[in-house]
């Protein structure tokens, strides 16, 4: 019973602890490293840029941005020392466009 009880709290204590360095709101270390300007907040984008559900290449593909798409740049996340990724929203008119039109997701910088 002890062996058991010791094993749902390691499982616990992970559960709780492993998530803060995941990018969904998790906290990055050295934000001050990225090379993009702090007070950036819309880019417009030089070439068709794939919009993916969260930073990776292998993740989902949600579509194409086309050129000179405007997009709110919401967080930066450094995958590594080249991978540079933004989450960030497409600007929408709430009352006219579908709801279940894809406003947000990660693209590679």
């Not at 984008?45 to 941005?65: G, H, R």
């Amino acid at each position: 019973m002890i062996n058991h009880l010791l094993k749902n709290l390691c499982l616990i204590t992970f559960a709780l602890i492993a998530p803060i360095t995941l990018p969904a709101g998790g906290i990055q270390k050295n934000l001050n490293q990225n090379k993009f300007p702090i007070n950036t907040k819309e880019i417009i984008l030089i070439s068709n840029t794939s919009l993916y559900s969260f930073p990776e290449i292998q993740a989902k593909e949600l579509l194409v941005l086309d050129i000179g798409t405007t997009v709110s740049v919401l967080r930066k996340w450094r995958i590594s020392e080249s991978e540079l990724w933004a989450r960030v929203e497409l600007a929408s008119n709430q009352l006219l466009d579908d709801p279940n039109k894809i406003t947000k997701g990660w693209i590679k910088m």
